[in-house]
């Protein structure tokens, strides 16, 4: 009872938070980094994103934001059978773009780091559950077995020089939908920079990205959500000039006789994650990172996240809420998270 009522005030806060900001356009109306703010919808990469961008050429950058998303999409999409990474999961072998090059290169390091937990080899296993076209279905351990034997990251051989990706493993297959938005995201950031705007945002579903802070110097309130399903928030993040990615089982799944099945998967098992975590929230400089690890440390569990964290051979900090609901995070973060739900903060 009362964890829900500290969600309620924590859900008025945001609202009051929009609010503000409502109110904060209206008030500076005439100032010239307002009539400069240009905003842009797009669906794309499966979700609803929005740009947002202030200055000169804000236009502009949102318009090429939208145009390299599109560009991404199309070529890393494993759904979509004339993409980049189509080709080189039907063929084993692939010319591949400097943008897939470097994902797939960012994946094996993040794969090295993270003791196996982020594996991009994950397709036949997530093709066996159905979440590559939406029917459902549970598969036989044996199915699942037979699909883990593929899935050896060493057997993805990378030739830099002739921009190639070979798998020595045929029937191994590849899927960027863990990383490859955090990759847009910071791609975005550097048409923001290249137009000259200093105070923008992008927000791909769960993944948020801002460059500089608001237009008035303050900083930039991502709002976390409550895993629990509902539309509440647990808290907000304020953050400058950083990445901000949420992974959580509730974003996608299906249940089937009382159970829920979630689209993040174990890759020892095959089976959705069930590390403990609800919802882990990454906050990194770059994209790619945070959006790698939020899916690694989701399926991690809490004890290998904080060996992780203090290890930092990634930078980054962490917020993490437990399967019981109570929530904690880095002390880099401590500052700038408010929320009326106590938490504990790792140090
Ligand atoms: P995210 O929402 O960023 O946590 O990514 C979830 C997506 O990552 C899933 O929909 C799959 O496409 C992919 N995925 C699932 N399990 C793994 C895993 N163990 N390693 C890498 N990618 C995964
Ligand atoms: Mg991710």
């Known amino acids: ?11 008025l806060l945001v609202i009051i938070l929009i609010l503000t900001s409502v109110m904060f356009i209206s008030c500076t109306g005439s ?79 993040v794969n090295k780091n993270t003791d196996g937990a982020f594996n991009p080899l994950i397709y036949p296993v997530m093709k066996c559950w159905g979440f590559d076209t939406g029917d459902y279905r549970i598969p036989l351990q044996n199915e699942l077995n037979e699909c883990l034997t593929h899935m050896d990251i060493d057997k993805i051989i990378v030739d830099k020089e002739r921009k190639s990706v070979r798998f020595a493993d045929p029937d191994m297959q590849i ?38 802070s608001r237009p008035d110097g303050s900083s930039w309130k991502v ?12 808290g907000v993040l304020e953050v400058n000039d950083e990445a901000v990615v949420t992974s959580g089982g509730y974003e996608r799944y299906f249940e089937q006789n009382g159970n829920t099945y979630h689209h993040i998967i174990e890759p020892h098992t095959g089976r959705p994650s069930d590390s403990g975590l609800a919802s882990v929230t990454i906050v990194a400089k770059k994209g790619i990172v945070a959006d790698a690890l939020s899916t690694a440390i989701y399926i991690m569990g809490y004890e290998k996240a904080v060996k992780l964290w203090k290890e930092q051979k990634l930078s980054f900090e962490m917020f993490l809420i437990k399967d019981d609901g109570s929530q904690c995070i880095t002390e880099g973060l401590a500052g700038a998270y408010k929320s009326d739900t106590d938490y504990s903060i790792i140090e």
């Open 1 to 11: 009872m009362e964890r829900k009522e500290n969600e309620r005030r924590v859900c």
């Open 31 to 109: 100032s010239d980094d307002e009539e400069k703010k240009a905003v842009k919808d797009v669906f794309a990469m499966d979700t609803y994103m929005t740009f947002t961008a202030y200055g000169e050429n804000a236009q502009c950058a949102v318009d090429m934001a939208s145009d390299r998303i599109e560009e991404l999409d199309a070529m890393l999409s494993a759904g979509s059978s004339k993409s980049e990474i189509s080709l080189l999961n039907t063929n084993a072998c692939a010319k591949l773009s400097d943008d897939t090059l470097e994902i797939i290169e960012k994946a094996i390091e």
């Open 175 to 212: 899927d960027l939908g863990g990383i490859a938005k955090g990759y847009a995201s910071d791609q975005i950031m550097e048409i923001y920079r290249k137009n000259g705007v200093k105070s923008g945002i992008v927000s791909l579903g769960g993944n948020v990205q801002a460059i500089g």
């Open 223 to 234: 709002a976390i959500r409550c895993p629990d399903g509902s539309s509440e928030y647990a």
